[in-house]
């Protein structure tokens, strides 16, 4: 399993993301993804100097999107 391949299997036993893993698994840059991270839209932790994107997170965060885009009933 090669990260830098895009084709690459995810790992769903990762419990801590790094920025570009969850930018890959929500398919936008790594520049959107640190964004949406400053904005406080897209969850991460610090650990030690390092920035992670909990694995959980990427998953709420689509669906908030999916949520916001659903026709009201």
Known sequence: ???RDPGSPVDSTLV?????EAARRLQIGRT???RLIRTGEL???TVGRLRRVPAAAVTEFAAK???AHQPAA
Do not use: I
Request: hydrophobic letters at 45%; glycine letters at 0%.
């Open 16 to 20: 801590l993301l790094k920025v570009e």
């Open 43 to 45: 969850e991460a932790v």
């Open 1 to 3: 399993m090669n990260p």
């Open 32 to 34: 959107l993804c640190y």
């Open 65 to 67: 999107l999916r949520r």
